[in-house]
T-cell receptor, first 115, second 109 residues
Framework: DTEVTQTPKHLVMGMTNKKSLKCEQHMGHRAMYWYKQKAKKPPELMFVYSYEKLSINESVPSRFSPECPNSSLLNLHLHALQPEDSALYLC??????????????FGPGTRLTVL | GIQVEQSPPDLILQEGANSTLRCNFSDSVNNLQWFHQNPWGQLINLFYIPSGTKQNGRLSATTVATERYSLLYISSSQTTDSGVYFCAVGWTNAGKSTFGDGTTLTVKP
């Protein structure tokens, strides 16, 4: 099974709301990733977790707060977002971060609209 | 960081035609993937191919790591092949991949 699931599929939130995105994988992968993708652009890396520890933060604003409660779950907590944060948020996982066999598998994404 | 350039940026084909998509990268890599992003945004794994040649049905890919490029071949294209094709490259110790800007493929019936 090479499935990564994400919930919700769509999310509309106001600038004062607090919401969370959820990602789950059951492939035994120990690296998990959050990407942000704007329309007609490639995915941009936001965060990387390796063995449940944050290993890469690509200078993401603090209004995005990642969390990895266990090896199967990855959350992205959202607070005080701006309209320009509207985008497709993609989660991915791979076996191990620092390994030649680093094939990433992506979830279907959450389409976020900030009003 | 690694620079990734994909060409062509846009490609329009008639159903049944063949095509070649290219991915050039600026530095040594040991991790290269091709993805197809469908209209709903899902990134579908096509190939994990840091070197060599692989085939899967009508699709095949070749990476020449020493010359820093990879090619994706699509034969007998179908309308369902439409979408954006991305290559993503990386070096193990960096722990992350860099995506090219993608090739948008439109296959007309």
């Amino acid at each position: 099974d090479t499935e990564v699931t994400q919930t919700p599929k769509h999310l509309v939130m106001g600038m004062t709301n607090k919401k969370s995105l959820k990602c789950e994988q059951h492939m035994g992968h120990r690296a998990m990733y959050w990407y942000k993708q704007k329309a007609k652009k490639p995915p941009e890396l936001m965060f990387v977790y390796s063995y449940e520890k944050l290993s890469i933060n690509e200078s993401v604003p603090s209004r995005f707060s990642p969390e990895c409660p266990n090896s199967s779950l990855l959350n992205l907590h959202l607070h005080a977002l701006q309209p320009e944060d509207s985008a497709l948020y993609l989660c991915a996982s791979s076996q191990v971060r620092a390994s030649p066999d680093n094939e990433q598998f992506f979830g279907p994404g959450t389409r976020l609209t900030v009003l | 960081g690694i620079q990734v350039e994909q060409s062509p940026p846009d490609l329009i084909l008639q159903e049944g035609a063949n095509s070649t998509l290219r991915c050039n990268f600026s530095d040594s890599v040991n991790n290269l993937q091709w993805f197809h992003q469908n209209p709903w945004g899902q990134l579908i794994n096509l190939f994990y191919i840091p070197s060599g040649t692989k085939q899967n049905g009508r699709l095949s890919a070749t990476t020449v790591a020493t010359e820093r490029y990879s090619l994706l071949y699509i034969s007998s294209s179908q309308t369902t092949d439409s979408g954006v094709y991305f290559c993503a490259v990386g070096w193990t110790n960096a722990g992350k991949s860099t995506f090219g800007d993608g090739t948008t493929l439109t296959v007309k019936p």
